[in-house]
């Protein structure tokens, strides 16, 4: 069996768990290597610890979002783009919290997870929302679409979970639009102006 990628998601120990991979590595059986939730420092040092065996990484996936983008303000976007590293984002939409199907008056099922992160978070967000579906509407998108075509317009790839056919068609169409540089401004500005967080606990402080 041949792996397409295969993802570190541990960034506890780089040293352990890079060397580690390394055995398998030697096998051919991976094709591409990934890191997940890793700073910019551990970023390199994954790369140090492949190239030192002649192997190579070739894409981080980090949680990247309108509410968060300690990744692109850390500066690893950026050098993603300049080393060739494909950077794919999770929880571009939050949850949920983004595509405009929440709101004050319809927030997550109660008692749910998504409700305890979200729900006292979504009057901040309403704003935000609202100039999605806005700027989406002249785009034939709608408020969920446009936040993934803002993670596309960053130079990302977005990771969306499709569980129906319309799904995967609505992520099609987002592909083959794109934002204006403005309206990504003014959804930036929006977003810069509410004071939520939504990083995980699993996720690690990008500007350490």
């Known amino acids: 069996m041949i792996i397409d990628y295969y993802w570190i998601h541990n960034d506890a120990d780089v040293e352990k ?9 030697k096998t051919g059986k991976i094709k591409h290597v990934g890191v ?34 300690s990744s692109e303000e850390a500066g690893i976007l950026d050098y993603c783009k300049e080393n060739n590293l494909e950077f794919f984002a999770y929880m571009v939409l939050e949850q949920g919290a983004l595509t405009g199907k929440y709101n ?16 006292d978070k979504l009057p901040e967000l309403t704003d935000l929302v609202e100039k999605l ?13 446009t936040a993934m075509a803002w993670a596309l317009s960053k130079g990302t790839f977005p990771i969306i979970g499709v569980t129906k056919v319309n799904q995967v068609e609505d992520a099609a169409q987002v592909a083959a639009a794109r934002l204006t ?11 810069a102006k509410i004071n939520v967080n939504t990083t995980g606990s699993w996720e ?5």
């Open 104 to 119: 004050v008056n319809n927030p997550f099922p109660a008692g749910s997870v998504r409700a305890q992160v979200y729900n």
């Open 133 to 145: 579906t806005e700027i989406g509407k002249k785009h034939d998108l709608s408020a969920a679409q």
């Open 204 to 208: 690690p402080d990008m500007n350490e």
């Open 181 to 191: 540089d403005a309206e990504v401004k003014e959804l930036e500005n929006i977003a």
């Open 36 to 69: 997940s939730n890793h700073t910019l420092s551990e970023i390199k040092r994954v790369q140090e610890i492949l190239a030192e065996e002649g192997f190579k990484l070739d894409a981080v996936q980090n949680h990247l979002s309108l509410l968060d983008r």
């Open 17 to 25: 768990w890079t060397h580690d991979l390394l055995p398998v590595l």
